[in-house]
């Protein structure tokens, strides 16, 4: 499931579980709290779009500054598990 913190990403949420059933035919479920892959926005160093994103074996957690950090780490997200970087 993807879970949002913050209930003004659902629409980003949404967003990454279309791209990721893209990618890899997963249904993923859009909720509000955690999930597998948890949404938040917070207190991140940086400009403004800043984001951190970390992976452990069973979550990856995506934390932005602002909605377009929480977009730009979807972005970097998608970009890792595309069929396009598949060996």
Do not use: F, W
């Not at 499931?1 to 209930?7: P, Q």
């Not at 909720?31 to 207190?43: F, R, V």
């Not at 800043?50 to 957690?61: C, G, H, P």
């Amino acid at each position: 499931s993807i879970g949002v913190i913050d209930a003004e990403l659902i629409p980003a949420a949404e967003y990454l579980a279309d791209m990721l059933s893209r990618a890899t035919g997963y249904d993923l479920k859009v909720k509000e709290g955690e999930g597998t892959i948890t949404l938040a926005l917070g207190d991140v160093q940086g400009k403004e779009g800043a984001y951190t994103l970390t992976a452990e074996s069973d979550k990856v957690n995506i934390t932005g500054n602002s909605y377009g950090g929480v977009i730009a780490g979807i972005e970097s997200l998608t970009t890792a598990v595309s069929p396009a970087n598949r060996i």
